[in-house]
């Protein structure tokens, strides 16, 4: 029985209770025989069914809801299985957000016929510890392969105080450290993987971690296939609900199975399954690496890496190192080889003639590799401007990575579609609920973009989404029409900038401030103060941006030097110390 039904019964036989005690006279039988009462006044002269509508006076009424409230909490409030597949950055923040309603009471109107609901959470993590990419594996891939993409010497390349979560500050530059040295505003990732441990450490996340749990396989269910009647709403809540085209209010809320492999401490496996009422795929997109065709690659003779396989320069001493890609990790990864390198070629799209920068030397596109190895670089389809080079050792691709959901295939029961090398997930609205089931979502998809705030945001909308739809109270998201429709625009738009194309579905750059403004207005948690946040991360992002594209290939790594300060009332930021001769501390 549903907690509403529950309620509707309990107030029913409390009428009852309430007429009979204000009338003993009255007795009522099964058996076949006649009911009898004293003669009425002249105030009570009246049938039971009016009876129950005039005869309870306000004091009765007061004891009554008193009564009914004292029953009720005898009967907890209804708790939804919530599962996180990950506990990286965006996985703690899906966990923290869906905790924070059990803290908070978020929303709660003390509206009995909404009642607060409760989720127990489930984080699913494969590794031992968590932390996602940012858990570096300190062997660099020496004892297994290497899967993710962080390295010995990476440091940040935005400022702690715009990455971190807006409700767990991470100090400034201002802050002494333990050596009574200026904090560093640009961090080392065991500084990024500390300040992630502190922050599931301040809001009690662990204890909801299952570690060593690989997820297999993800089922979506049809309500026929749900048969715990202890997990199935069955109430509808189509007047307080966008969601109308079905008597079953479950059929775009569907329950999802879950299959995973765990490993305990005695190194056991065992297969578990369990199915929950919202999941949150939270497995980052750093893992599955993508190499682009590139025509006669097979006739290279050297070695031919991906960027998740490096760690640190000194295996490429003395070597000619061609990077192809030249973005964030290209440009870093170019730089520290070159310290040890004969040469290293950067290759990159946007770059139209040759351009030298000591060590490192910027190329065109790559565009093919001959049958005797050389490796050719143009900036159009004029063979004829070509450039080739011979005598190179190692191509280490700095691509990037495909979208990749292994738990995902032809028997989840699901439409989803993420084909390699398109680096597009669809049909999502809002590149964050699958548009047709939304009880299923995609939290940290979206690319160039400040993650931690922004996973936060979204983990926000998330939970309110599935807090409202629980409890039966008005939804924020749009009929299934209108996400269908939206989802698709989406997918065809190749992205926020014209003219767009297909890998560029999930990239946002300078749209990601509207985009969580949207989400915040969405979620109903936009105000002022969110919006000086957000403000102050602009600036800072479009300063840290500057001061980055200032540097040249293969040149010293000054815009690190820079240290930040937050200034959220004046939606701006303060620079305490810069190197750079463009930015001066004010």
Not at 495 to 512: A, I, K, M, N
């Amino acid at each position: 029985m549903t907690h509403t039904a529950l309620s509707t019964l309990v107030l029913l036989l409390l009428l009852a209770a309430s007429f009979l005690h204000h009338h003993p006279t009255i007795a009522v039988t099964t058996k076949p025989t006649t009911t009898t009462r004293q003669p009425p006044s002249s105030s009570s002269s009246f049938m039971l069914g009016s009876g129950l509508r005039h005869l309870l006076s306000r004091q009765t009424l007061f004891q009554t809801h008193t009564q009914l409230h004292m029953q009720m909490q005898t009967h907890p409030p209804p708790t939804k299985q919530i599962a996180i597949i990950g506990a990286g950055a965006a996985g703690l923040a899906a966990a923290r957000a869906f905790l924070r309603r059990l803290d908070d009471d978020i929303n709660h109107n003390g509206d009995d016929d909404n009642p607060r609901i409760d989720f127990q959470v489930s984080v699913l993590e494969m590794r031992s510890s968590l932390g996602g990419i940012w858990d570096y594996d300190e062997t660099g891939g020496r004892k297994h392969t290497k899967s993710r993409p962080m390295y010995q010497r990476l440091r940040t390349n935005l400022p702690k105080e715009l990455m971190a979560f807006r409700e767990f500050p991470w100090g400034d530059g201002n802050t002494d450290n333990d050596g009574g040295t200026r904090e560093e505003s640009y961090v080392s990732h065991r500084k990024v993987q500390r300040y992630l441990e502190d922050y599931a450490e301040e809001f009690g996340l662990k204890q909801c971690i299952r570690f060593g749990c690989t997820v297999e396989q993800l089922t979506v269910l049809n309500h026929d296939d749900d048969d715990d009647d202890n997990d199935v709403e069955a109430e509808n809540h189509d007047n307080k609900s966008n969601h109308k085209n079905n008597n079953n209010n479950n059929v775009e809320w569907p329950r999802i199975s879950l299959q995973w492999k765990q490993v305990n401490e005695n190194n056991t496996i065992l297969t578990q399954q369990q199915t929950f009422d919202t999941v949150c795929i939270c497995n980052g997109h750093y893992s599955l690496p993508s190499i682009p065709a590139l025509r006669g690659l097979s006739s290279f003779r050297g070695r031919i890496l991906h960027a998740i396989q490096y760690d640190q320069p000194d295996e490429f001493t003395n070597q000619t190192v061609l990077c192809v890609g030249a973005r964030a990790s290209g440009m870093d990864i170019a730089r520290e080889i070159a310290s040890v390198a004969r040469v290293v070629y950067l290759s990159d799209s946007t770059c139209r003639i040759r351009k030298e920068f000591g060590k490192v030397v910027c190329m065109p596109r790559t565009s093919w590799v001959d049958e005797e190895g050389g490796v050719h670089f143009s900036s159009g389809e004029d063979e004829e401007e070509e450039e080739v080079v011979y005598g190179i050792d190692v191509i280490l691709f700095c691509s990037g990575y495909d979208y990749d959901f292994p738990f995902i295939n032809e028997d989840s029961n699901l439409d989803l579609q993420f084909v390699l090398g398109e680096r597009r997930v669809m049909p999502l609205y809002e590149q964050l609920w699958h548009a047709r089931y939304p009880s299923l979502s995609f939290i940290g998809l979206p690319h160039s973009v400040v993650p931690f705030p922004l996973f936060e945001i979204q983990a926000n909308a998330v939970r309110i989404a599935s807090e409202l739809h629980y409890s039966g109270q008005s939804g924020i998201l749009p009929s299934l029409a209108e996400r269908l429709e939206a989802a698709e625009r989406d997918a065809s738009s190749g992205g926020p900038e014209s003219p767009g194309r297909v890998q560029d579905t999930h990239y946002l750059g300078s749209h990601q401030w509207e985009y969580c403004r949207k989400l915040a207005k969405l979620g109903r948690f936009y105000d002022q103060s969110l919006e000086n946040y957000i403000a102050t991360n602009k600036e800072m992002y479009d300063c840290s941006g500057r001061e980055r594209k200032a540097m040249v290939p293969g040149g010293e790594d000054t815009y690190r030097q820079t240290r930040f300060t937050r200034d959220d009332d004046r939606k701006s930021y303060r620079i305490l110390y810069s190197e750079m001769s463009s930015t001066q501390p004010v």
